[in-house]
C-alpha cells in the first residue's frame, strides 16, 4: 500500500464481482455459499477503499439478467442483501460512508426495497465513501430508460432536442450524482463488460484478475491501483500532449 502515489487515486472504482458460484463449487458447497463468502470480501474491500481514500464504489451485486437463475439462488440472494444491508448499515454510518442504489429497484421484494430505502436515509448525511450497489441493474435497461426520460422532457416542452448533449444523458443516468468510475475491475477470469455501466466505462481502464470474488482482499484492490497507476491515460490524446500538461 505504501507504493501508492495518493496524488494518482482514481476517485470512483467500479467492480464486477464474480466467481463466487465457481468459489463454493471447489469447496463442495452450495452456490450460495460462495455469496455468503462474498459479502465478506464486500466488507474488506468497503474497508479498504475507506483507508486508502477512494470516494466512490460501485459493486454490481445482482444483474437484470441475474433474475433468470435458478429460484432458490434469487431467494437466497434477495434475503442475503436484506440482511446484509441491516447489519452492515450500523457499521457503514460509523464510518460515514453513504449508501446509494441504482438499478431496476421497483422488481426487488418489498422487504428489500424497504431495507434498501432505510439504508440510504440513515446514511444520507455522510461525507466518506459513497457505496453504490448496482442491484437489478443493467446499463441497457438504464439507458432505455433515460431515452424515455428525454423524450418526455422533450415532449413536455422543458427540452429542445438541439440541446441534448453527452451531459444530457449522463444527467438522466442513474449514476447523474456520480463522476464516471476511471477504473473497473473484474474477478474470476472472465474478461466481459456484461451489460454494466456501458457509458460510463467509456474511458475506464479495465483491470481483470482470476481471483474470485469470495478471495479478493485489500492485498488484491491495492494490486489493481498499482497496475492503474502505471498505465497512461491519454483520453485519445497523444504521449506527447499529455506529458506537456
Ligand atoms: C457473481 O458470482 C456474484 C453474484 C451474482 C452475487 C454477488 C453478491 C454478493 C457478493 C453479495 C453482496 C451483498 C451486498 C449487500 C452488496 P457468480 O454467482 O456469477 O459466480 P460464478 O460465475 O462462479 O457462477
Known sequence: MENLDPNKLPKHIAIIMDGNGRWAQEQGQDRLFGHYEGVISVRKVVEAATEIGIQYLTLYAFSTENWDRPEPEVNGLMSLFVDTIAKEVPDLHKNNIQLHFIGNL??????????????????????????????????????????????????????TIDKINEATLSKNLTTSDFPDPELMIRTSGEYRISNFLLYQLAYAELYFTNTLWPDFRKKDLVEALLDYQSRERRFGKTTQQIKSH
Open 106 to 159: 421497483a422488481l426487488l421484494p418489498e422487504d428489500a426495497q424497504k431495507a434498501l430505502e432505510a439504508g440510504m436515509q440513515q446514511t444520507a448525511q455522510n461525507t466518506g465513501l459513497n457505496l453504490i450497489i448496482a442491484l437489478s441493474y443493467s446499463s441497457r435497461w438504464e439507458l432505455t430508460e433515460a431515452a424515455k426520460k428525454i423524450a418526455l422532457q422533450v415532449q413536455s416542452g422543458q427540452l
